[in-house]
């Protein structure tokens, strides 16, 4: 008997570590140099998002700037939220600070102030938003991680959302925008 218990006990215990190899190597194929990268680009584009929202914030006069400000700090704060156990699980460390692009926008607009700061501010949103969608359309088609799929699909209707309201901004200035992918 004793012969069979530890036969018993060293079989489940080959079987487990049998069955943890398989779920790390699920783990593993579920993550991707594509799902790390983007997780990246998604973390330090939403510091940049709420960076600028800030600065909006601060800077305008115009109540439909400052209320889109509010959502892009309200609403990328979330996201970043939602992406962290990701970025976390990943090895995925979040930005230290915005990346040269970023920070040379942020200080042109530092320099801008009223109806100049304004359109820039609203150009500077077209564009990112319209990048930001399409790369976050093409991580949920590409990812095979089924968890980051679900919350990349959430964060793609929000950014979703946010182009179609800085699309209206920009339109109610004069502001010609490209067409939503």
Do not use: W
Not at 14 to 32: I, K, P, R, W, Y
Not at 50 to 70: E, P, Y
Not at 96 to 117: I, P, T, V, W, Y
Request: net charge neutral.
């Amino acid at each position: 008997m004793r012969f069979n218990g530890m036969r018993v006990a060293v079989l489940t215990a080959g079987f487990a570590m049998c069955c943890g190899q398989a779920v790390l190597a699920q783990e593993s194929s579920d993550t991707s140099a594509q799902d790390k990268t983007f997780l990246a680009k998604s973390s330090e584009g939403g510091m940049a998002e709420i960076t600028l929202a800030r600065l909006a914030l601060k800077k305008s006069r115009n109540d439909d700037v400052k209320a889109f400000a509010q959502k892009m700090i309200d609403d990328h704060t979330r996201l970043m939220s939602d992406m962290k156990p990701f970025c976390e699980k990943m090895g995925v460390p979040p930005p230290a600070k915005l990346n040269q692009e970023h920070q040379m926008e942020q200080k042109r607009l530092m320099g801008l102030s009223g109806d100049k700061f304004v359109m820039e501010y609203i150009k500077a949103m077209v564009g990112d938003h319209h990048k930001d969608l399409g790369e976050f359309k093409a991580e949920e088609a590409a990812t095979s991680n089924p968890d980051l799929k679900s919350t990349v699909s959430q964060g793609t209707q929000v950014i979703q959302q946010h182009t179609e309201m800085i699309d209206q901004m920009a339109q109610k200035n004069g502001i010609s925008t490209p067409p939503v992918a």
